[in-house]
């Protein structure tokens, strides 16, 4: 029957390649059957500390194996792991652990500060911190976690921004990892011989598909923080990377010749595949990428974390329409949809729904979004549509006359930046807890090199410091929350029923500024 | 070097709103993301009117407060 855990893939994984190395962090590394018995250790050691099935569990860990082991233990222990990213500020730290109850929390010791003005209003009985993991899963020596449950139990939360307000939790179970791992590693030809690059972080759909991936196929992950450009060409070479895994963000770093210095030269003959997701990535950044890296594969990929992951485009087709999101992936559907709930002709924009594989369980104390993002399948038979459920993604797309899918753009005002979903309100709420700011409206911005970036407009109380406005952007929120420039207009105009009348406003501020 | 060090931590703590010691590593510190970083290239170049080549940037040269500083002095000689 197994694999139906996620675990699962650990433990076969372990049974064939006991001594091979599953994930490596700088001269740090642990074998698979290091994984295992540590991860059923640790399994063993939360099962003991009362939580009910099912509890939350955070994970406030830098990439490292540290964080790879948290993730299997609390599945060990048949517990659900919501991994909170490092750059999340205290107010969106706060949201997390109070929107889905964590209880227990997993946390490094440098966030310890940060913590301490956080916990007052949470739930959070108990933290573990980083370096007592170790004496944990030292103490529970060879006791087995015995957790026994089924591929329908969710696995993990993964917060992504909504349409409105505060990030919301995706549910997902392990069933749907267990698809997106074997989906992807089908189609990107994953063997037992990769060395992948986990760049990603693993509180991204695709990022935690690397670990998925290689516990699945018994290969290995070479954890890597992003920092420079250059280091990331230089690990290529050093750790014979044969899998690159990347968001437009990272490429408009590596192309950017200020940033990085790239040796035409240079052959990258371990690397087999590149892969893009999180962003639709530039056409000539795509020309670049095939020009630098000739020998290696290139897959543009699009997915949401609603869906895990939707379609790409063969590396057969790239040169051709360097511009698609390619067909759905193997075990999944897409279509094109007008409002009419119709499939869109070629050409015709419309919204892309996804059904089959991957369509996870909805979001975390949230049923009215959930019935809106995750609905009855439109094409089937009126009276049996709510037999199926699909994702209505609020995504447009069109499809050509071969059935290849373009990417338009989103339906509502969300912002796509760095991978991130950015929902206006949040960055407006943002830019309105400053004292001088008395109206704020954010929109995207998009940019020819690769990055979409934030534009706001702010109406002030009295006068208003744009620099020192930033600066608390910055101090108060993660960096990809941060608007780029930001405007003062003199006063926002207001629709009949006084709202701010938001495509008016930016267009006024379009025509003062930019002309 | 102890000027450079100091308007170097008056950045972070303006713009992060946190305190960095000058030896501790800024990388794992978990203070700056990656385009944090590329924001402190740009302080550190109008700041310090200094000329950065792609090679320079590399976390060698960047891995703490003190190394930075230590950095800019040799970029400025």
Redesign the interface.
Known sequence: MKPFLLQHFLELSCEQFPDKVAVKHGTESITFEGLYEKSDSLGYGLQGLGLSRGARVGILL?KSIAQVLSILGILNAGLIFVTIN??LKEKQIRHILKDCGIKLLIA?E??GRQLENILSDTEVEKIIWQNELDEMIHACRGKNSRHTGTGEDISSIIYTSGSTGMPKGIVISHRTLIEGARIVSRYLQISEHERILGLLPFNFDYGLNQLTATLYKGCTIVLF???????LLNILIDEKITGLPAIP?IWS?VFN?????IDPDQQYPALRYISNTGGKLPVPIVKKIRQHFSATRLFLMYGLTEAFRSTYLDPGEVDRRPDSIGKAIPNVWVEVINKNGKICEPGEVGELIHGGACVTKGYWNNPELTARAFRPNPLLPAENQFLDRVVFSGDLVKKDREGFLYYVGRMDAMIKK?GYRVSPTEVEELLMGHHDVFEAVAYGIESEAAKNEIGALVTAKDGIDIKELT?FC??NA???LVPARILVMDEFHKTETGKIDRPRVIKEAHEKYDR | MQQIIHTLGEYIK????AKLDKQENI????II???????L?GFITEEFRIE????D???DN?YSLERIAQFISEKKE
């Open positions: 830098d490092p750059i490094s440098k966030y923080q992003f920092f420079m450009p250059n280091s963000t770093a010749p200020q940033l990085c210095k760095e600066n910055r101090r993660p960096e990809y | 303006e713009q992060y709103n990388f794992s510190a978990g993301d990656s385009i944090g970083f590329v924001n290239i950065l080549d792609p090679e940037l590399v976390e960047f």
